[in-house]
């Protein structure tokens, strides 16, 4: 304003030395008022309009952050997970003991094959890793579980009391061979999976995500204490009344076993339910 008014005066001084009319400048004045009312207006009309979509902006944010979490996916995870580390755990813990008891290895043996089985189950995660980054996590994970299930299931047969002897070489290649494999490929990818089916696009979902890796956790533990509280006693002790002694690794293998097809089962079942990213 101060510059309009400025160059105004200076006009003026300049065309009464030429001795053009006060009409004129008089004029002149009115289209710079009305030239400056405008350009307020303008800027005010702008100011409305950021305002607007500002509020749009927080109207959309409000949405989303409303926006509910499908929960029924991510509780089948934790089953799926709760069910793998029970399986895992169950052999893992009593993998040496039947080794070294049933099929006669030396204990140093026994106690090498079993530290070589969670290297393996450990080794694998990273080629499970890759192949879940080059087809996607959903058909690495359901691939993986076929294979652990199939792994269980020769594991679960081979440990009858009767064909424990006969079927020795099944066991290793179910359980140094099979099991890992599938475990491989469902540990670096089940959590992430889980973690896919909340999103972290709004502060609800961040929040959501932080109590399901916190729920996540807890399923492996309650997977680890149902494996050393019970299975791991029953194969040496049975369970009175109901499974003989000599048959308590069969029972806690086969049930191993059923745990992993209930999990595979599950994860199938919600198909429809998930959103699948693909790989890269």
Not at 250 to 278: D, E, H, N, Q, W
Request: negative net charge; proline residues 3%; glycine residues 10%.
């Amino acid at each position: 304003s101060v510059i309009l008014i400025s160059f105004e005066w200076a006009l003026l001084r300049g065309w009464l030395w030429l001795g053009i009319p006060a009409s004129s400048m008089h004029l002149i004045h009115s289209n710079t008022e009305r030239g400056l009312h405008l350009h307020v207006h303008d800027q005010e009309d702008d100011g409305e309009e950021d305002e607007d979509d500002d509020a749009d902006v927080s109207s959309s944010l409000e949405e989303n952050d409303e926006k509910a979490v499908d929960k029924g996916p991510v509780v089948v995870i934790l089953l799926v997970e709760l069910c793998e580390r029970l399986t895992y755990y169950t052999l893992a813990s009593t993998q040496k003991t039947y080794m070294q008891n049933q099929l006669k290895r030396r204990p140093s043996d026994a106690a090498s094959l079993n530290s070589v089985f969670s290297m393996l189950c450990y080794l694998w995660c990273i080629p499970g890793g890759l192949l879940a980054d080059s087809i996607g996590r959903y058909a690495t994970i359901i691939a993986a579980g076929s294979v652990y299930l199939i792994g269980t299931v020769i594991v679960g047969i081979s440990v009858i009391h009767e064909l424990q002897q006969s079927m020795a070489s099944f066991f290793i290649i179910g359980s140094l061979l099979l099991i890992p494999l599938g475990t491989g490929g469902i540990k670096p990818n089940i959590a992430n999976f889980g973690a896919d089916q909340i999103g972290d696009q709004t502060e609800k979902q961040r929040e959501c995500q932080k109590c399901y890796f916190s729920m996540f956790y807890l399923s492996i533990n309650v997977g680890v204490l149902g494996a050393f509280a019970f299975f791991a006693n029953e194969t040496t002790a049975g369970l009175p009344g109901l499974v003989p002694v000599v048959e308590g690794y069969a029972f806690a293998y086969g049930a191993g076993s059923v745990c992993m097809l209930l999990a595979l089962s599950l994860f199938l079942g919600f198909t429809k339910f998930y959103k699948r990213l693909p790989g890269s």
